[in-house]
């Protein structure tokens, strides 16, 4: 890791961004000093002008992509090398009015049921019964349950926001189910290791990589045509819950 690199990551982690955002800042920067084969501190602001017009005019990147690209460069800028820039505020892409997608009650309930690993299953389920986002369910605790409010507290979600939302009673049996499987003082989805093996003393939630490779497999298994992604889940959300996830986990479990 380049000085340069580790100094960013070390003001992105002083100004509090989450570390999905310091990844996606990263990364960004990467492609930018791999765009012109120069270290980014050293490239002049008409560069970046010209870096923006590639991204729009022969990339044609989505618009989250660009404002990711736009918001890493500005706080390297800014922030790490203290070197604000006008061009830097004059790159905006368009705002998209696109609508989510959306699955349906049938969509979502044979989904669930070509997820056949267990810990999966319960964390997607989850995520749809109380709209979550995947790092909020795969970062859940066991004190963040409230069960006698049937409410989760979610801790540090979006914008670093705390915030309660409501449990349904079947979300709440399978959270108990799961979590007797392993019995973690902490985690109710605890990171494991190779073949989905839980690690003696795992000191950490499960990553999303596994979590979404399991997605994007039944997925393609169900026909679905939909550009559908974990965070649908969360979109669908507030369609009925109960017996949809109730009945489809216990047969997981029974095939586990």
């Known amino acids: 890791m380049t000085p340069l690199r580790q100094r960013m990551l070390e003001d992105m982690q002083l100004r509090g961004l989450s570390p999905a955002t310091q990844e996606s800042y990263l990364r960004a920067i990467s492609f930018l000093a791999r765009h012109y084969n120069t270290p980014p501190d050293q490239l002049t602001e008409e560069q970046l002008r010209q870096y923006f017009l590639y991204l729009r005019n022969e990339k044609q990147v989505a618009r989250s ?11 390297l800028f800014e922030h790490t090398l ?16 696109q609508l989510p ?28 019964a109380c709209g979550l986002r995947v ?54 989805f605890p990171e494991r290791g190779a073949r989905g093996i839980l690690s003696h003393a ?3 939630p499960m ?13 393609a298994e169900s026909g679905i045509q939909k550009p559908a992604t974990i965070h649908t889940l969360r979109h669908s959300w507030g369609r009925p819950f109960g017996r949809l996830v109730s009945a489809s986990s216990d047969a997981t479990y029974e095939q586990a």
């Open 207 to 219: 990553v999303r990589s596994g979590i979404s490779r399991a997605f994007q497999a039944a997925l």
């Open 135 to 188: 790092q909020e369910a795969l970062s859940l605790q066991v004190s963040h349950i409230d069960s006698a409010r049937m409410m989760l507290h979610i801790q540090a979600g979006k914008g670093a926001k705390d915030r309660y939302v409501p449990l349904p009673p079947a979300a709440l049996e399978l959270l108990r189910t799961q979590w007797r499987t392993h019995r973690h003082p902490v985690w109710i």
């Open 101 to 128: 997608v959306i699955l349906s009650l049938e969509e979502v309930r044979c989904l669930l049921a070509l997820i056949r690993t267990p810990h999966y299953h319960v964390c997607l389920s989850v995520i749809y």
């Open 202 to 204: 795992p000191a950490q």
């Open 82 to 97: 203290q070197r604000p820039w006008p061009v830097l505020d004059f790159v905006r892409a368009p705002k998209q009015q």
């Open 65 to 75: 992509t660009s404002t990711v690209a736009l918001c890493a460069i500005k706080f």
